[in-house]
């Protein structure tokens, strides 16, 4: 199987894997475990493990056969489903991957021991909240550790895990001085990651693919610059920009329907693009860029489909039989909206359409749903209706009753990130960034479900790891693993620079429409 028919975003409805090869065809070097199992690459179809926090490491269900990467039915859809309570977490975790010189590693536990519960109480109904909550105690405590309690034959052992910390603000993971720590060491970890031409390592399809975790990078490292875009990653956001310059319109490296089914995945490096040379350009004013900007945001319009939705890539319909999809119309109106935030001329046009599409594919609750196909209709979700929402908001929409409604249906559904499809981070980012941008009870219905999220997600290097839910346990297939741990750092890290309240620096005024409501008042 050639994996270079298949897109980076291709992998947010299919999952296909290969071992021993690359998305890109390369081979893979082998023998690493960290951090998605036989090889430290990032492969299609590494292995979808919970996340150990600082603890430095991952593990599966003990009551489950040990994880194996497994070759993915072809052109197979990813439908939803599976049981909401393995969100949770497995009562009994069996380490699977250790992060070397880790605590656990150096606690003495290995792969293939199993966690039973932490602080001499039993995980029960999950263990990940548990988990979660030992976490942000242990590494606030003045002896920073926890205990772990393992299961070692017919009785439990009790092992104490030493922590770095000793503050406790960790106690409050979003807020402060642990908001920024989590934030630096994630943007550090980010530069060390970006190559000499401005990109990072392809994953899943190549250049569209390097030039979407660019832009979310460089989104990142802005909101931690100051108002005029001064700080310490000036130069890994100038790299950034000139990657995006270069590559953002490169042909697409998938057939297109000529030569078989059209998997063209091209819209998603434009609209994460205009994303993030809008905030650029409010933060540095620059020709260039705003030129660059222009020509983004009238090649956006001239991809709508006549319906007003927008698809994967131009070309027709997909091999799944399916045209639109609302993600990426959602991060379309985003996109336009940071380019009408820089100065560009947007076609009243294709918003009224585009506005028409969304409203038309809900249930009329202000819930943006997948398209308006039978099947699709209907049921909205927090990250289509998050990014409609910022996004039309920055278009000077917000009087048009259906901004009203998708405004109060973010306010209402900001914490229900596991109520999306097919990548859950792509919901952590979107609610993330709304609910900065939506307010105080928004952001807290965030924090109720996010805050244990970021815990368990950090990496003793710095990095943010995908993890398993109910949809990706239920298919077999994690989209977020497969994308990779750039996708996944780069995500978080422009959800806990957004604020502009709370952020290393000046946050991302332009995406959660700071900067506008400044004007108007």
């Known amino acids: 199987m050639d994996l270079r028919r298949y897109g980076f975003w291709v992998a947010l409805t299919l ?93 003495g536990i290995k792969p293939g021991d199993v966690i039973v519960g932490v602080n001499k109480a039993n995980f029960a109904k999950g263990s990940m909240e548990p988990l979660a909550a030992a976490l942000r105690k242990g590494e606030a405590a003045e002896k920073p550790g926890l205990t772990l309690v393992l299961e070692r034959g017919k009785k439990n052992e009790s092992i104490r895990v030493e922590l770095p910390g000793g503050k406790r603000d960790a106690l409050l993971p979003f807020k402060g001085a642990a908001r920024h720590a989590t934030s630096r060491a ?215 009753g259906f901004t009203a409604k998708m405004r109060s249906y973010v306010g209402r559904h900001s914490g229900e990130i596991f109520e999306g499809h097919a990548s859950l981070m792509q919901h952590i980012l979107l609610a993330g960034v709304a609910a900065s941008a939506h307010g105080p009870e928004s952001w807290k219905r965030y924090l109720e479900t996010a805050e244990a999220e970021l815990v368990l997600a950090r990496a003793p290097d710095g990095s943010l790891q995908p993890r398993p839910w109910h949809e990706s346990i239920s298919m077999q297939s994690n989209s977020d693993v497969d994308l990779g741990q750039v996708w996944t750092t780069a995500a978080w890290a422009v959800v806990l620079v957004a604020d502009p309240k709370d952020s290393l620096g000046a946050g991302l005024p332009g995406w959660t429409g700071a900067s506008r409501k400044a004007k108007r008042n």
């Open 186 to 400: 994630a943007l550090d970890w980010l530069v060390a990651r970006q190559t000499e031409d401005g990109g990072f390592p392809a994953t899943l399809c190549g250049t569209t693919g390097v030039v979407v975790q660019v832009s979310l990078a460089g989104l990142a490292w802005l909101g931690a610059q100051d108002a005029q875009g001064e700080g310490p990653y000036l130069a890994a956001i100038e790299k950034a920009r000139d990657f995006v310059f270069r590559h953002v319109d490169a042909p697409d490296e998938l057939p297109g329907p000529s030569s078989g089914p059209n998997w063209n995945q091209t819209n998603w490096a434009f609209v994460h693009a205009a994303i993030f040379l809008g905030e650029l350009h409010l933060r540095r004013p620059a020709p260039l860029v705003q030129r660059e900007l222009q020509r983004i945001a009238t090649e956006i319009g001239r991809r709508q489909e006549a319906s007003g939705g927008w698809a994967h890539g131009p070309g027709g319909k997909n091999a799944l039989g399916y045209l639109e999809l609302n993600i990426v119309s959602s991060l379309a109106l985003s996109g336009l909206g940071m380019a009408a935030l820089a100065g560009c001329t947007i076609d009243e046009k294709v918003l009224d359409k585009a506005m028409g599409y969304l409203e038309a594919s809900g249930g009329g609750d202000g819930g943006v749903a997948y398209s308006t196909s039978p099947g699709q209709q209907g049921q909205g979700n927090i990250g289509r209706t998050a990014g409609s929402w910022l996004g039309a908001e920055n278009l000077g929409l917000g009087k048009q």
């Open 15 to 107: 999952s296909v894997t290969t071992l021993g090869t690359t998305a890109c065809g390369q081979e893979e070097p082998r023998g690493l475990a960290w951090p998605f199992g036989p090889s430290s690459a990032t492969i299609t179809g590494g292995l979808d493990l919970f996340n150990l926090g600082i603890l430095g490491g991952k593990a599966n269900n003990a009551d489950d056969p040990p994880p194996q990467l497994k070759q993915r039915a072809e052109g197979r859809r990813i439908t939803g489903g599976g049981d909401p309570k393995t969100t949770l977490g497995p009562e009994r975790l069996r380490v699977a991957l250790i992060y070397p010189g880790g605590p656990l590693e150096k606690a």
